[in-house]
């Protein structure tokens, strides 16, 4: 039985997008991941990282208690892992 991978970005329009796709197998470790599944893991991580940095650096709470540069700093390294 296939289980599915699926993921929900925002494209260069700033649309989101639901993309599915099956995976038919579970590898053990990292290095076992075939190269479209670590693009999928490094777009899905730098997707996370440029959400996290923009929480910190847009919502009052983590403003007052984040350096500012921190927020920054996780939106650049989540561009460049999803490719932008």
């Known amino acids: 039985m296939p289980c599915f991978a699926t993921t929900l970005s925002l494209n260069a329009h700033e649309t989101y997008i639901h993309q599915s796709r099956p995976t038919f197998h579970r590898p053990s470790s990292p290095q076992g991941l075939s190269s479209d599944d670590s693009r999928l893991v490094s777009a899905q991580t730098g997707a996370l990282l440029v959400a996290i940095g923009i929480l910190l650096m847009n919502l ?25």
Request: no cysteine; hydrophobic share 30%; aromatic share 8%.
């Open 60 to 84: 009052y709470p983590f403003r007052e208690h984040v350096d500012p540069h921190t927020g920054e700093m996780l939106v650049k390294i989540g561009r460049k892992l999803t490719g932008e």
